[in-house]
């Protein structure tokens, strides 16, 4: 583990090498090669593990190894391609650090970074399939029962929705297979349907993420949302019609 001291001088001299860096050429420098070295070994170890879930785990406790490195680069860089920073963002959206890897994924989608060539797909459709899949994930987890955990419930969609939303405004207009993009339509409209107060959106994401893939699986998702709509309407005209004076 790293002392703060030699944690600030890896943020700091990786600030200064990231923003020296030529934006068209690869990221050198000092801290570039012990980090890239660190991550060869860190991919060495996962290798040697069969089970997905321990790889996560163990991806969990590598990954603050490079947060000083990272926080060097997303201050100082000018954009150049550097392998280090695109591993560790799909390592934090892996693990469920949302924040984390879509704060790397707005420096990268900004300056046009790719992902490593181990990865097939471009930046922003590997980013939206990660965190549209991520945030299903965990919006199907089970919460503790009673208010508090409804409470709880509702706090971690909303956050959900927050991430979602912000992927989205990210890869607008990314060019990307539309059976990922509606992916992240259908996370956003469940995040939305169970933050609760939000359910005109929840189905306007549903029906887009229908659009764009019809075997999606949201048809009674939508069916239902319609209801509790029309449902909500009409109680609510009921009401104003109850209080208008005779």
Do not use: C
Not at 54 to 83: C, H, I, M, S, W
Not at 138 to 150: C, K, M, N, S
Request: glycine letters at 8%; a negative charge; zero cysteines.
């Amino acid at each position: 583990m790293q002392s703060p001291a030699r944690k600030h001088f890896a943020r700091v001299t990786a600030a200064k090498a990231a923003g020296d860096a030529n934006p068209s050429r690869p990221q050198t420098g000092e801290q570039y090669e012990i980090h890239a070295a660190a991550l060869w070994e860190a991919r060495r170890t996962l290798k040697a593990i069969k089970s997905t879930e321990a790889k996560v785990q163990k991806k969990r406790e590598l990954l603050p190894e490079f947060d000083a490195y990272v926080t060097g680069v997303l201050e100082g860089g000018n954009g150049a391609q550097d392998d280090v920073l695109m591993t560790v963002m799909l390592w934090r959206l892996d693990v469920g650090d949302l924040a984390g890897g879509i704060a790397i994924a707005e420096y990268a989608l900004r300056h046009g970074l790719d992902t490593p060539d181990r990865f097939e797909r471009d930046t922003a459709s590997l980013v939206v399939e990660q965190v549209a899949e991520e945030a299903m994930r965990l919006l199907e987890a089970p919460y503790a029962e009673g208010a508090e955990g409804e409470a709880g419930a509702a706090n971690d969609a909303a956050e959900m929705a927050m991430h979602l939303s912000r992927v989205e405004a990210l890869t607008r207009d990314a060019d990307m297979h539309d059976q990922i993009r509606a992916k992240l339509h259908k996370s956003l409209g469940y995040a939305q349907r169970a933050r609760g107060g939000h359910a005109d959106e929840a189905l306007a994401n549903l029906r887009r993420a229908l659009e764009l893939n019809d075997r999606v699986g949201v048809k009674k998702d939508i069916e239902r949302l319609e209801r509790e709509l029309k449902q909500q309407n009409a109680g609510q005209g009921t009401a104003q019609n109850s209080s208008a004076p005779a």
